[in-house]
């Protein structure tokens, strides 16, 4: 099992940046992939970007296309999204998760860890 622990929500103008990062512990050695999904109120959950935990391979939505990147520290064993040019349509809970199945997966049902989530906010 994997443990996820997100942070960097917060407040921010449309236009804006915000960075998340989410720390991964436990069996890294057996992931294979980590995620970012977002879930806005009365809304599903919805995939954001991924990318394999041992190579910069990526996949995002086309909504977050441009704008959002995402990346690995390997000292650190954290994944961080980078979200620039906030807009009011990215208001959501962001989450993060692992897989260690062998694949890239842009569905919840394909990450079996989850993090807490955080709280990100773009205003108008």
């Known amino acids: 099992q994997v443990q996820l622990v997100e942070s960097g929500g917060g407040l921010v103008q449309a236009g804006g940046s915000l960075r998340l990062s989410c720390a991964a512990s436990?069996?890294?050695?057996?992931?294979?992939?980590m995620g970012w999904f977002r879930q806005a109120p009365g809304k599903e959950r919805e995939f954001v970007a991924a990318?394999?935990?041992?190579?910069?391979?990526?996949r995002y939505a086309d909504s977050v296309k441009g704008r959002f990147t995402i990346s690995r520290d390997n000292a650190k064993n954290t994944v961080y999204l980078q979200m620039n040019s906030l807009k009011p349509e990215d208001t959501a809970v962001y989450y993060c998760?692992?897989?260690?199945?062998?694949?890239?997966?842009?569905?919840?049902?394909?990450?079996?860890?989850w993090g807490q989530g955080t709280q990100v906010t773009v205003s108008s």
């Open positions: 998760a692992a897989t260690g199945r062998l694949n890239i997966a842009t569905t919840a049902r394909g990450y079996d860890s």
């Open positions: 436990g069996r890294t050695s057996s992931t294979y992939a």
């Open positions: 990318r394999r935990w041992s190579e910069p391979i990526t």
